[in-house]
């Protein structure tokens, strides 16, 4: 198992950067995820790691030793990507031995490999099927264990879940999860999507046209977004941000955001809350309206908890005083950057 770090990565498509500059250390062990919407250079960056892209500049270091020039079989990393690539007349069992018989494994070797990989995955019943037999959960723990087969030092795993329908993602989040942990291995995941990025990762880089924004626990990623950036992609809805009078910006959380009698002691900015429209989703309410004494289009909402407030006492075109603690308002500067730390 191995430490990932890149020094100052860049890759330019005809001139034009998809990755700008990046800089991340992974320790051994971590499950890093990085987030960013489509486009940010993602699986380019991944490509980079695992040696089927050439930096345009910057070194990358894995287990220690630079590997910019190692081709990729050399650099002992596997990548799983977003359509597994399995091969639809093959075995299982011949998906998964693939990668070593591409490298002339003795054929015991690669039946004891095979037989380790998929125990691993669970899917040791499953070996004599093809790809067309499997569900889109059990495709994707071949496609893992195809990866995993030649026991790589780091994981890469770009959108896995992304052919899957909802209920089976939360499963396949679980599934490669506690996979991780039990196997210790080095993981870089890439998604667009916050839920599994705060979810699943141990560490968050929030990526945007080839930047990281910032790296960090899915808490502090949470709780102190560095820029606007972080602080809209992540949490939905996203934070509320207002522009306030010295040109800088006021951001807080939906569920920070609650009816003044609801907050409890603590120093509280008060605010005049036009309520316009509310959603009741089960678990919670949320409420969409505009604030009195700021940009009027500005939409901001609040998610509040059912039990407490019905269509009853917030209905639309209601002025309430809504209020936020002060320990949970963040403010921006006017370059969008956090401009105060608490
Ligand atoms: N082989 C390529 N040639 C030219 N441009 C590319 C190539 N691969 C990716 N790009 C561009 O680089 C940017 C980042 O792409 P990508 O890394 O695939 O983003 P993501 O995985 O975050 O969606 C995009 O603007 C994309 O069009
Ligand atoms: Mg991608």
Known sequence: MSAVIARDIVKKFAEVPAVNGISLSIPDGEFMVLLGPSGCGKTTFLRIICGLEQQTSGDLMIGGAIVNELPPRARGVAMMFQSYGL????????????????????????????????????????????????????????????????????LLLDEPLSNLDAKLRTMARQEIKNFQQRVGLTTIYVTHDQVEAMGMGDRIAVIDHGNIRQVGTPTEIY???ADLFVATFVGSPPMNIVTHSGGGYLGFRPENFLPKNMIEDGAATEFKFRVDRSEYLGAERIVYGVLDGFESKQIIT??????????????????????????ELRQFDKNGNRATSH
């Not at 669970?122 to 264990?145: C, F, K, T, Y």
């Not at 407030?309 to 002025?319: S, T």
């Open 87 to 154: 091969y639809p007349h093959y075995t299982v069992r011949n998906n998964i031995a693939f990668p070593l018989k591409t490298q002339r494994v003795p054929r015991e070797k690669i039946n004891k490999q095979v037989e380790w990989a998929s125990q691993l995955l669970g899917i040791d019943h499953l070996l004599d099927r093809r790809p067309r037999q499997l569900s889109g959960g059990e495709r994707q723990r071949v496609a893992l264990a195809r990866a995993l087969v030649r026991e790589p030092t780091a």
């Open 223 to 225: 709780n102190d977004p």
């Open 302 to 327: 609040a998610k509040l908890p059912p039990a407490h407030v019905d269509e009853k006492n917030i209905r639309p075109g209601e002025w309430h005083t809504f209020a936020v603690k002060n320990s």
